[in-house]
């Protein structure tokens, strides 16, 4: 009988690539032009709203069915430790849907986590290539409006939900103003 | 001008030290230290094994030449001698 | 406020700054390049460490020179930064961490040969989402780790704190703090490095000192052998306890130690004269 070879710790390299060929992040943005150039002011806000939190809600069930079927010894580990402890679940076990949304589609070696404890979950997210293909695409004050947000707080949302954890999601700092995104989910 | 005992260890007897550790439970002054030679992932370093481990004398300017040392190594690994000054 | 805070604690205590417990859970890796053990911040910063204890036997003079560079150095050295907390204060900090997992201690492998083999026997804990990937060395784990809730955290930092330990948390790379130690003189290598040779980095004086009520303590003793830094004796001639404030470490074991509770922590910033001793 042969043993199967040990879980790595890291992410699933395939997985990875898989999502962020699904993902595309060009496709809202596309999205965004085409629904600019027809409407004007607050309707286009809510056009422009409501692309970016369908691309947020489809990159968290994504996210969410794939990271689960690929596991990883990292994983493993921290489902033990919550069964074990009742602990840590809150922040860490999003964590790790979080942290392989934004690895599978933007270029980052990892994502900068700020807090992550039995009350909060937060990071930061620099150089992000939502904002700077909308920035490209419709202009800086298109982009500076951060409509993109709603495909953050969507995905983190959505996450939350579908683990069935009660968190009030919120944005904490905006690239244009702060120099990066901040998203926090608080225990509700 | 300062001395410090100078406390050689022959390790051709002492070859299990972190397995045997009666010199370093025993020292009053603590001088003593072991570490694994090599770390490997994924595996805990034998103590049985000759040579994994290694001792070594970090606080030996601690010694005050009582010789419980001495007294309780098996293999007689041990000398303790008064080592050259050390410049002040 | 210590220079730890100054640099890491966003206006507050730095160990009870919930930025300084947060870490990624994964990295993205260039195939082929895992870092080899000894390669990560804390052992370099411990051998670098070392090697400076080792010039005190062949040149004092170059010795002392080095130790209060390296004291100078703080956030930019390669040191792992330490603080003495008391009981109260290490109670909070297992809130911030997640997760919390109690293990062997490894200055007592490393000077006693001691062996921690099971949760009742470990000394030593271990912060943060880096705890999950322990199996990758094992050597530095020796004998497994045990992942606790918080509460059941706060009751074994109360189990080591009756037993006479000293609380110190411990950065692992920046301002992160991946390790809540229980300590005592000799074999906990930063309390040594500090109290016998001056290193200061990994053992910093705490926030708070201890205050004897004279009118409280009955002389009995028992808060002696608790003292870890050599502040704290029975003075003859009063026959009550009497602490060195310029000595005391503020760890607060002489305080938990005292059944009349004539012994009380007090802000070390309340003090003129000891708000620069750390």
Request: net charge neutral.
């Amino acid at each position: 009988m042969t043993q199967a070879a040990p879980l790595s710790f890291d992410l699933n390299q395939e997985m990875l690539d898989m999502l962020g060929q699904r993902l595309d992040i060009q496709r809202p943005v596309s999205k965004l032009v085409e629904v600019l150039a027809g409407k004007r002011g607050a309707e286009a806000e809510e056009a422009a709203r409501g692309i970016f939190e369908d691309y947020g809600r489809e990159w968290a069930g994504l996210t969410l069915q794939l990271g689960e079927r690929h596991s990883d010894r990292t994983y493993q580990v921290l489902k033990e430790v919550v069964d074990r402890t009742g602990s840590f679940g809150f922040a860490l076990i999003p964590q790790r849907f979080v942290e392989i949304a934004y690895l599978s589609t933007q270029q980052i070696r990892s994502l900068p986590i700020v807090e992550n404890n039995n009350r909060r979950l937060a990071y930061e997210m620099r150089d992000c290539r939502i904002f700077e293909a909308v920035k490209e695409r419709c202009g800086e004050a298109v982009a500076n409006l951060m409509t993109c947000r709603q495909a953050c707080l969507a995905l983190v949302r959505s996450i939350y939900e579908s683990l069935g954890l009660a968190a009030a999601i919120e944005m904490e700092a905006s690239l244009p103003q702060d120099g990066c995104c901040r998203f926090a989910a608080t225990r509700a | 001008m300062l001395r410090y005992p100078a406390i050689h260890i022959d390790e051709s007897r002492c070859t299990v030290p972190f397995d045997c550790k009666r010199c370093l439970q025993v020292c009053p002054q603590a001088v003593f230290a072991v570490e694994a030679v090599k770390v490997e992932r994924g595996k805990e370093t034998d103590p049985k094994e000759p040579g994994a481990y290694k001792l070594d004398t970090p606080y030996r300017d601690k010694c005050v030449m009582c010789h419980d040392c001495l007294d309780v190594c098996p293999v007689s690994a041990l000398t303790i001698t008064l080592a050259e000054e050390v410049k002040s | 406020m210590c220079w730890v805070c100054d640099i890491y604690g966003d206006g507050g205590l730095w160990y009870l700054n919930p930025k300084n417990y947060a870490r990624n859970l994964y990295r993205l890796r260039t195939p082929g390049a895992a870092r080899a053990f000894g390669e990560d911040p804390e052992t370099l910063g411990l051998r670098r460490m070392q090697e400076i204890l080792e010039t005190r036997f062949t040149d004092r003079e170059e010795f002392s020179r080095l130790v209060k560079e390296a004291n100078e150095m703080r956030e930019k050295g390669p040191f792992q930064i330490g603080q003495v907390v008391p009981l109260q204060d290490a109670h909070k900090m297992v809130e911030l961490s997640g997760p919390f997992a109690a293990m062997s201690c490894l200055c007592r492998i490393h000077t006693r040969a001691r062996e921690e083999r099971s949760p009742r026997e470990y000394s030593c804990g271990g912060l943060g989402v880096g705890m999950l990937k322990w199996e990758r060395w094992p050597e530095r784990y020796k004998g497994g780790v045990h992942f606790m809730s918080p509460d059941e955290a706060k009751e074994w930092l109360t189990k080591w704190n009756k037993r006479g330990m000293v609380h110190i948390p411990m950065t692992f790379g920046g301002s992160f703090i991946g390790g809540l130690c229980n300590c005592d003189y000799p074999d906990c290598l930063v309390i040594r490095h500090r109290v016998d040779y001056g290193m200061e980095t990994g053992c910093l004086k705490g926030h708070y000192v201890a205050k004897v009520d004279y009118d409280l303590c009955t002389g009995c003793g028992d808060c002696v052998q608790r003292c870890q830094f050599g502040a704290l004796k029975l003075e003859v001639t009063t026959r009550k306890a009497n602490i060195d404030l310029l000595q005391c470490f503020g760890c607060g074991l002489c305080e938990t130690g005292c059944s009349q509770g004539a012994i009380s922590l007090a802000d070390r910033m309340s003090f003129p004269m000891l708000q620069e001793v750390w």
